[in-house]
């Protein structure tokens, strides 16, 4: 199972942290994706992060101000967002993959999802 927090609304220009924490499993068999959503949008890739947390995968709209992260020893996965901007708004979802295709955004392996957080970002 797994468990988003830490979404709010703020100001552009903002910043907010999200947690996925995990459970139920064993979370290092998992990379690990972050999508969003957006009202009357289709799901998007947000950002990735493999096994061990060595490597980090970002898409464009979010390069340079996302930080994707995560904590073995907590089984917990973060997505630190900086610079927010109002297109940024959405409800965010984490979710696992044990193959590590959620890296290139594909969700065909994706075994588990969050329930998602909102993150509301006001111009």
């Known amino acids: 199972q797994l468990a988003e927090s830490g979404g709010g609304s703020v100001q552009a220009g903002g910043s907010l942290r999200l947690s996925c924490a995990a459970s139920?499993?064993?979370?290092?068999?998992?990379?690990v994706g972050w999508f969003r959503q957006a009202p009357g949008k289709e799901r998007e890739f947000v950002a990735a992060?493999?096994?061990?947390?060595?490597?980090?995968y970002y898409a464009d709209s979010v390069k340079g101000r996302f930080t994707v992260s995560r904590d073995n020893a907590k089984n917990t996965a973060y997505l630190e967002m900086n610079s927010l901007e109002p297109q940024d708004t959405a409800v965010y979802f984490c979710?696992?993959?044990?193959?590590?295709?959620?890296?290139?955004?594909?969700?065909?392996?994706?075994?588990?999802w969050g329930q998602g957080t909102l993150v509301t970002v006001s111009s």
């Open positions: 139920g499993g064993t979370f290092s068999r998992y990379c």
């Open positions: 979710a696992v993959d044990p193959s590590g295709s959620v890296v290139a955004g594909q969700t065909g392996n994706i075994e588990g």
């Open positions: 992060v493999e096994w061990m947390g060595r490597a980090t």
